[in-house]
């Protein structure tokens, strides 16, 4: 998928303004400073003869650094069971040690917080070094079968997570030998970090660090999905949704169309294989209304955002204002309003001085339900 992601990928933004932008610490609540950073403390990883014997020295040196963050070497035990036909085998998974003491010993999509590709040679890295700040008419990604190939393989794990979980945005991190790059995936595109050599800069590790102790929205969880508060409702759900008994169940709210009121729904996680992380991303599922002891259908994207675009649910009301027959009626509509996360941060990125702007085609979208 790597030539279906080119003309979205923003970079290379500045190091320290990616973590104040997306990670700033006055928005970590008692924020505790990692353990000092010292050069050489990856030297173990760079000393590797091949890129296998990368992984288990680069998680003893990174760890210290984020204790909050479980790191499991996942090279060879991939996440089968992520719906699509290939086998999501990142080389490193990381969980946060909120879901448990003990972490997935392999990929697992639906719960993994960030993952690691590595390479070791130039030719499969698709992020170009700008030799000039005059950069409307450079290109970011370079073109070639490798590059595109490696952008495809971490587009497609970025994919796999957004599409098992509810998230507004996810990272990853690419490390190419000496240097690595932090990444922001998000529904117009990928912002790339500039190169940071980490045996010697201690940019990685603060990003682990404020990572791991950041308020969930800031790690692109949609705090407006969560788990079914109420046992009995729930198992009333599935019930009326004739879903096996273990089916996990979430709930959501949007605020009513006609007076403002919440309008809850309980429903299962729906089912989506996306090709890429970007674009409206979709998901329709058969939901349980608790307050109107009804089923309902509830449809979950991110719709267009501009000025001459009317949202979906305003279609919906005039039609039915109009008597229009066969049109299904639409209970509640509106967008997702609770963080700023919730709406799309490219498009502002894009026209920073920063920004290789060849050929980037970037559309500004909002959480819509």
């Given at each position: 998928?790597?030539?279906?992601?080119?003309?979205s990928?923003?970079?290379?933004?500045?190091?320290?303004?990616f973590?104040?932008d997306?990670?700033p610490i006055?928005?970590?609540?008692?924020y505790?400073?990692?353990?000092?950073?010292?050069k050489?403390?990856f030297?173990?990883?760079?000393?590797?003869?091949?890129?296998?014997?990368m992984?288990?020295?680069?998680i003893?040196s990174?760890?210290?650094?984020?204790?909050?963050?479980h790191?499991?070497?996942?090279?060879?035990?991939?996440?089968?069971?992520?719906g699509?036909?290939f086998?999501?085998?990142?080389?490193?998974?990381?969980?946060?040690?909120?879901l448990?003491?003990?972490?997935?010993?392999?990929?697992?999509?639906?719960?993994i917080?960030?993952h690691i590709e590595?390479?070791?040679?130039?030719?499969?890295?698709?992020?170009?070094?700008?030799?000039?700040?005059?950069?409307?008419?450079?290109?970011?990604?370079a073109?070639?079968?490798n590059k595109?190939?490696t952008?495809?393989?971490?587009g497609?794990?970025?994919?796999?997570?957004?599409?098992?979980?509810?998230?507004?945005?996810?990272?990853s991190?690419?490390?190419?030998?000496?240097?690595?790059r932090?990444?922001?995936?998000e529904?117009?595109?990928?912002?790339?970090?500039?190169?940071?050599?980490?045996?010697?800069?201690?940019?990685?590790?603060?990003?682990?660090?404020q990572?791991?102790?950041?308020?969930?929205?800031?790690?692109?969880?949609?705090?407006?999905?969560?788990?079914?508060?109420?046992?009995?409702?729930?198992?009333?759900?599935?019930?009326k949704?004739?879903?096996?008994d273990?089916t996990?169940?979430?709930?959501?709210?949007?605020?009513?169309t006609?007076d403002?009121?919440?309008f809850?729904?309980?429903?299962?996680?729906?089912?989506?294989?996306?090709?890429?992380?970007?674009?409206?991303?979709?998901?329709?599922?058969?939901a349980?209304?608790?307050?109107?002891?009804?089923?309902?259908?509830?449809?979950?994207?991110w719709?267009l955002?501009?000025?001459?675009?009317?949202?979906?649910?305003?279609?919906?009301a005039?039609l039915?204002?109009n008597?229009?027959?066969?049109?299904?009626?639409c209970?509640?509509?509106?967008?997702?309003k609770?963080?700023?996360?919730?709406?799309?941060q490219?498009q502002?990125?894009?026209?920073?001085?920063w920004?290789?702007q060849?050929?980037?085609?970037i559309?500004?979208h909002?959480?819509?339900?």
């Amino acid at each position: 998928i790597g030539d279906d992601l080119i003309d979205s990928i923003i970079g290379p933004m500045p190091t320290q303004q990616f973590l104040d932008d997306f990670l700033p610490i006055s928005c970590i609540p008692s924020y505790s400073r990692p353990r000092p950073f010292w050069k050489g403390c990856f030297q173990t990883t760079l000393d590797a003869t091949d890129e296998l014997k990368m992984y288990d020295p680069f998680i003893e040196s990174i760890s210290p650094f984020a204790p909050q963050l479980h790191f499991v070497n996942s090279h060879s035990l991939g996440d089968k069971d992520n719906g699509y036909p290939f086998e999501t085998k990142p080389d490193i998974s990381i969980y946060h040690k909120l879901l448990g003491d003990k972490a997935p010993e392999n990929c697992e999509s639906s719960l993994i917080d960030i993952h690691i590709e590595f390479k070791r040679y130039t030719w499969d890295d698709p992020f170009g070094i700008p030799t000039t700040t005059a950069r409307r008419d450079l290109a970011f990604i370079a073109p070639t079968p490798n590059k595109t190939n490696t952008l495809g393989q971490i587009g497609a794990y970025a994919t796999s997570q957004l599409a098992s979980q509810f998230h507004t945005h996810c990272y990853s991190v690419y490390v190419n030998r000496d240097h690595t790059r932090i990444i922001w995936w998000e529904r117009d595109g990928a912002i790339i970090t500039e190169p940071i050599f980490y045996n010697i800069n201690s940019a990685l590790t603060r990003f682990f660090s404020q990572y791991a102790q950041a308020p969930r929205e800031l790690r692109g969880i949609d705090t407006m999905v969560s788990p079914a508060c109420d046992d009995k409702v729930a198992k009333l759900a599935r019930s009326k949704l004739a879903l096996p008994d273990e089916t996990a169940m979430f709930e959501t709210t949007v605020p009513r169309t006609t007076d403002g009121l919440p309008f809850t729904v309980i429903f299962a996680c729906p089912g989506v294989y996306s090709t890429t992380p970007f674009g409206r991303a979709t998901r329709t599922c058969p939901a349980y209304d608790p307050k109107g002891k009804h089923l309902v259908f509830l449809k979950d994207s991110w719709r267009l955002d501009g000025d001459d675009i009317i949202p979906e649910g305003h279609f919906y009301a005039e039609l039915a204002a109009n008597h229009v027959p066969h049109i299904p009626q639409c209970l509640t509509s509106s967008d997702v309003k609770c963080s700023p996360q919730q709406k799309t941060q490219m498009q502002k990125y894009s026209q920073c001085r920063w920004a290789c702007q060849k050929g980037l085609a970037i559309t500004p979208h909002i959480h819509y339900r």
